[in-house]
């Protein structure tokens, strides 16, 4: 008997097994055991026989057969299919796609088909990612429950692995030597880059990881030994995994695309056999949640630990759904087929409108109340029971339990899979929340395992309109919206009829202001939740806040602000201190006006600190003129919306990439380039822009630029009280030379 806790899962196609790793208290330990899954397939009667010949007939089938499954969401009734099983897990998405091929890919319905083979595994051998288990030989033995809470955290040992080159050179190239290879705090340099690879492959299968962390190791680190092991012919000597004579290889190939409205891109994935490779740079759950949350994920989605640190919260919903559906009897379908219900214009006017929004008052106000809704929009899922199963189902035509402005009727006679799944996730979290905030538990624990649910909970609203989601329906979306509004209306009643004035808000957050009050801040909030069902909690009361004016439009903006709490602590959205391609220089301008105007706690202190803020603008404004700072400090980190070629006009970002493929280094969409402006209406990219791998200290700027971009970010904390950009300017080139 084994005990251990599952660490990784693969098949290995030479034998055709399934092979576990489990982390036990003696070491690593591997399993091997034989397992063929089966795809069905649904198909019009008549044709059910003819293709059961067929398939007895090809050698990729082992066995095939007739049965009866739950097919359809939310029903009980079974269906007639073929049972299909090939004869090794290598013919399984062949078989598959021969099928799909028979029915010119749309007259057959395939189930069970693109479910991962390791989760799938995992989940008929009824056991989990990171469980604590026990093999007996031939089965798992579970000590363990999915969803518990106080599970030992596993003890995997983990090394951080680094390489560099022989010499410092602004732009990596693959073709640079290998000259040293670091694992730990061990440097690991030969005189032969050979010699240095083959040692350090060495020293890492006898210090034996369960995890190898890295930087930029799928974009920069793997690709880069790879190539040059290649070129060394030595490149089947390079298994970093447990696995033996299992070189690496990317598991997937980068790729662009477009998530929420960003080109984002993704690098190639370089997973390991037996360990886990956790790249820092790429790694979303990680980032957010660090190894305690991307565990926590990885044992509920039941997703290997690698794969789920390159992959998004969406992910991990969307197998947790196909995970519900699968123990409750269902077939998981290979193609989506539920198409949008058929709408008006006038429907569809009335139906896509999204969450509730009012504009803001802009200007500074004091004694302000934020109130928000915890988790809003899984909140109304879960207390509504919408699913896609669910909403305008068959055996309620007649439900009293309607969709507000839209009319569309809710099941009342069964639990919608969607609510289910929500129900222990909103548990987790609250959970985890109200350990993180409770000194007899570790704060950075919890905060970390409650911030990575709190990005699956976000996402699993988006996921119920995207279109290829298994488990999404346009209806659910606009149903959960038009809830939404109505909750956030009847807030804003409770709120008014209580003596508050309301102010802004913005889906499931109200900022409102004392008037004539009734009630305190706190009560109101009970009151609200106890009026819409859904929990309210006080994220702050403010001395002041400032609700910013638009750009574009200058009317107020939906998600500009900043203001200091009764704590002492400032919030801040949308400025240019919150963006990622803002110079470290003007953040810390904005950082230390903000210091400054947050120094006050009325609004006639505030005012009073305006000229002290206009001082601090000056002060930059010096360095600038002056040559006082760094041109690394003026670096812009803009990310790549398209490729090069589809660039129209010569902007700055253009002259970047132009420099950048001169020196042969390919940028992605999604990608990031950064630069220093030099001259920015120069013709020649090398004279509009300074790539940041060729700045030294004596590097020129455009000053105009960086005076003007500085009027900006004042503008934008002080325009409510009349500081425009032009007159920003304006008053620091006359201060500067003492007019």
């Keep these: 008997m084994v005990h251990g806790i599952i660490l990784d899962v693969h098949p290995n196609h030479q034998r055709d097994t399934i092979v576990t790793w489990l982390h036990t208290e003696k070491g690593p330990r591997r399993i091997e055991d034989h397992y063929h899954p089966s795809l069905y397939v649904a198909a019009p009667a008549a044709d059910l026989g003819k293709m059961k010949s ?347 339990a309607t969709v507000p402005q839209l009319g569309y009727h809710i099941c009342t006679q069964q639990r919608g899979l969607l609510p289910i799944v929500l129900k222990p996730i909103l548990d987790r979290r609250f959970l985890f929340k109200a350990r993180a905030r409770n000194a007899q538990f570790s704060f950075e624990q919890y905060q970390a395992l409650q911030q990575a649910w709190k990005w699956v909970l976000l996402v699993c609203f988006g996921y119920t309109g995207y279109k290829n989601a298994r488990y999404g329906r346009i209806e659910c979306h606009e149903s959960i919206t038009a809830f939404s509004r109505s909750i956030l209306l009847s807030a804003i009643h409770t709120a008014e009829q209580a003596g508050y004035q309301v102010l802004h808000g913005i889906v499931d957050s109200l900022w409102v202001r004392p008037h004539h009050p009734t009630v305190s801040p706190f009560r109101l909030s009970r009151m609200i939740s106890e009026n819409t069902g859904v929990r309210v909690d006080v994220e702050g009361i403010y001395h002041w806040i400032v609700f910013l004016p638009s750009k574009q439009t200058g009317v107020g903006a939906l998600n500009r602000y900043y203001g200091l709490f009764e704590n002492g602590d400032a919030k801040t959205r949308g400025i240019e201190l919150r963006q990622h391609n803002t110079p470290s220089f003007f953040k810390s301008l904005q950082k230390e006006i903000l210091k400054v105007l947050c120094q006050a706690t009325t609004s006639v202190g505030f005012k009073d600190r305006l000229p002290q803020a206009i001082s601090i603008a000056q002060e930059y404004t010096e360095q600038i003129v002056e040559d006082r700072v760094s041109p690394f400090d003026l670096v812009f980190t803009t990310t790549v919306s398209r490729e090069i070629s589809q660039y129209k006009v010569n902007t700055l970002v253009k002259a970047a990439l132009l420099q950048l493929q001169k020196h042969g280094v390919q940028v992605r969409p999604g990608q990031y380039v950064q630069y220093v402006v030099r001259q920015r209406s120069a013709p020649q990219p090398h004279e509009k822009v300074c790539l940041k791998q060729l700045i030294c200290h004596d590097t020129l700027i455009d000053k105009e630029f960086y005076l003007r971009y500085l009027a900006r970010c004042v503008e934008s904390l002080l325009n409510p009280f009349g500081y425009t950009d032009d007159r920003v300017y304006a008053l620091l080139m006359k201060r500067r030379i003492g007019v």
Excluded at 131 to 158: E, R
Excluded at 193 to 203: K, S
Excluded at 302 to 326: D, E, F, H, K, Y
Aim: hydrophobic share 35%; net charge positive; charged share 20%.
């Design 54 to 400: 067929m398939l007895a007939h090809l050698p990729e089938v082992e066995q095939v057969g007739y049965c009866k499954r739950k097919t359809i969401l939310g029903s009980q009734k079974t269906q007639h299919l073929l049972k299909v099983t090939p004869a090794k897990l290598c013919f399984f998405h062949q078989v598959a796609h021969t099928i799909d091929k028979w029915g010119a890919f749309h007259r057959y319905q395939l189930y069970n088909i693109d479910i991962r083979l390791p989760t799938r595994y995992l989940q008929e051998r009824n056991v989990f990612f990171n469980a604590h288990v026990s093999w007996s030989g031939d089965h798992f033995i579970l000590h363990d429950k999915q969803w518990a809470t106080d599970y030992p955290f596993p003890s995997y040992t983990s090394s951080h692995l680094t390489v560099e080159s022989s010499r410092d050179q602004p732009f990596a190239s693959f073709e640079e030597r290998i000259a040293r290879i670091i694992v730990d705090d061990i440097y690991i340099e030969q005189e032969n880059e050979v010699d240095t690879i083959l040692e350090a492959i060495t020293y890492l299968r006898k210090k034996d990881p369960d995890i190898i962390y890295t930087r930029k190791g799928d974009s920069i680190l793997f690709p880069w030994l790879l190539h040059r092991t290649t070129a060394l012919h030595i490149n089947r000597t390079l298994v970093l995994g447990r696995e033996k004579n299992m070189a690496i290889q990317p598991m997937k190939q980068e790729k662009s695309y477009v998530s929420y409205g960003r080109i984002v891109h993704r690098p190639a994935f370089y997973t390991l056999k037996g360990r886990a490779h956790i790249d820092r740079e790429h790694s979303f759950f990680y980032g957010e949640g660090g190894l305690y949350g991307l565990v926590d994920v990885s044992r509920c989605a039941n997703i290997p630990l690698q794969l789920l640190s390159r992959l998004g919260p969406g992910t991990a919903i969307s197998q947790i759904q196909v995970s519900t559906a699968m123990n409750q009897g269902y077939l998981i379908p290979w193609k989506k087929t539920r198409p949008e219900m058929w709408k008006t214009a006038t429907k569809l006017l009335q139906s896509d409108r999204g969450g509730m929004i009012l504009e803001p008052a802009t200007g500074l106000h004091e004694d302000i109340v934020e109130l928000d809704y915890a988790s809003l929009y899984p909140n109304i899922m879960l207390r509504h029971n919408i699913s896609p199963e669910t909403l305008l189902c068959s055996c309620c035509t007649g439900s009293s």
